[in-house]
């Protein structure tokens, strides 16, 4: 149970217990995690992946990208319900898991291993969307090269990341989140007056349930990465952490005023994941919309460098060339954004899996903290490297979506097992949300398959 361990004071510091809001006007204050991770999920899966789906196969699979966006939010919200209640950080869980693995100081569990494997593929992945970024910036100013523009892009995050602080992350992600959200839906209802509106007939056709396996690759990826994808899952966890939930929670003891207390910030934290589902789903269907009334009727598909080029048609050929200024800025403050989230979240796994591997005492706190700006002020650059090398986004952020879509069974069966084995009964999900979590537990384990099945063969 919760109460066998020390305290850990990153997540559970002391003297920070506190009451719940009584009203959603006082909740609104505490609101703020799904700030930050809308500005990484709203990035590459979406501008890249879901818009070059729909360019590849029209309208048929809109049930898949729905399906999606909504269907890792219950995964979300499970995982952070057990951070929260426990005080464990991401890694902290992974190693509890059973199966353990020999290691330089001591076992540890094999799903710490494939996530610590995991940050491979994902430096593909940031390399890609952080390139997509530099070719928005291209887009508005086309006598700039490609590689300059994310190599600038790649200093301005490590400027912003440097004090490692989140009231200064969440403060910037704001008004991107806000300003790219707004321009998507006003693009995809202006379509709605030009010969590439969407019919009542097209939406019909999304919801055949027809599964194109000619771009099954494609499509898995798009599933891994669209939406709360694995590492905006476990990302989101931390936000949580540095938002203050788990520590005015504070440590289970088994009283009346702690299950109190847990139900009522349980409730602030569901608020925050509903709205991270809205703010998804209103900017990942307008871009699959363009992406299969615009581009695949015209029979564009994004790729190489010519990736956000031609994803600007999206605009250009339904609102005409003034737009292009529309699509640029909408572009880089959507994967602008999901880079410097994406390589903010990244650093907090680090001190962790140090402190999981033997390396480091949980007690270090300066030590975590310093860790997180160093990792802030070099990772941009790694990107910028392989952004470099590549010079494909569509390819590099497909790499991380495969990869992303393999992890998600093991995150879901891991927090299943998780909240049964550790968390008070009180405090467990209702019968509803249970069922949703295994439903969505033997999906993603069929869809992982899937993935291995089509990337081996």
């Not at 269907?71 to 950080?89: C, F, M, N, P, W």
């Not at 299969?292 to 009727?297: Q, T």
């Not at 403050?333 to 480091?360: K, T």
Request: with cysteine; proline share 5%.
């Amino acid at each position: 149970m919760l109460d066998d361990e020390p305290r850990d004071e990153y997540t559970q510091p002391p003297n920070a217990v506190a009451e719940p809001p009584s009203t959603f006007a006082e909740t609104l204050k505490y609101l703020g995690p799904s700030v930050i991770i809308s500005a990484t999920i709203v990035g590459s899966g979406e501008i890249i992946l879901t818009a070059s789906l729909g360019a590849a196969v029209g309208y048929g699979m809109l049930w898949w990208v729905l399906l999606s966006c909504w269907s890792k939010s219950i995964l979300q919200a499970e995982l952070a319900r057990y951070v929260v209640l426990s005080g464990d950080t991401y890694p902290r869980a992974l190693n509890r898991a059973p199966g353990k693995l020999p290691g330089p100081r001591g076992k540890f569990s094999w799903p710490l291993a494939i996530a610590i494997f995991a940050f491979i593929p994902g430096f593909t992945g940031l390399g890609g969307v952080i390139g997509g970024a530099g070719q928005a910036v291209v887009l508005l100013f086309p006598d700039v090269n490609p590689v300059l523009a994310v190599g600038v892009l790649a200093t301005l995050t490590a400027v912003l990341l440097g004090s490692g602080s989140y009231g200064r992350l969440e403060k910037v992600m704001l008004p991107l989140v806000m300003t790219f959200t707004v321009l998507t839906i006003v693009s995809a209802a202006l379509m709605q007056g030009t010969e590439f509106a969407t019919r009542a007939s097209d939406l019909a056709a999304g919801f055949t349930f027809e599964f194109n396996t000619t771009f099954a690759v494609l499509a898995l990826a798009a599933y891994g990465y669209t939406g709360v994808n694995s590492g905006e899952i476990s990302s989101y966890s931390y936000w949580c952490v540095e938002k203050g939930y788990p520590a005015r929670i504070g440590k289970y003891d088994g009283s009346d005023d702690w299950y109190r207390r847990a139900h009522g910030w349980l409730k602030v934290l569901r608020t925050d994941v509903w709205i991270t589902l809205v703010l998804l789903t209103c900017a990942t269907v307008p871009f699959y919309i363009l992406g299969a009334g615009v581009l695949h009727p015209t029979g564009q598909t994004p790729s190489g460098n010519e990736t956000i080029i031609a994803l600007s048609n999206m605009f250009t050929q339904t609102l005409g060339d003034w737009s292009l200024w529309v699509f640029a800025l909408g572009a880089f403050c959507i994967l602008f954004s999901s880079s410097v989230s994406g390589v903010a979240g990244g650093g907090r796994y680090i001190p962790d899996y140090l402190i999981e591997l033997g390396f480091m005492k949980r007690d270090r706190l300066n030590v975590r903290f310093a860790i997180i700006r160093w990792y802030g002020l070099i990772v941009p650059f790694i990107g910028l490297l392989l952004y470099a090398g590549f010079q494909r986004p569509v390819l590099m952020v497909t790499i991380a979506g495969s990869f992303a879509a393999i992890m998600l069974p093991v995150q879901c069966g891991l927090t299943i097992y998780l909240q049964r084995k550790r968390l008070p009964k009180a405090v467990l999900p209702g019968r509803l949300a249970s069922t949703f979590l295994y439903a969505t537990f033997v999906l993603q384990a069929t869809l992982a398959c899937a993935v291995l099945y089509f990337v081996v063969f």
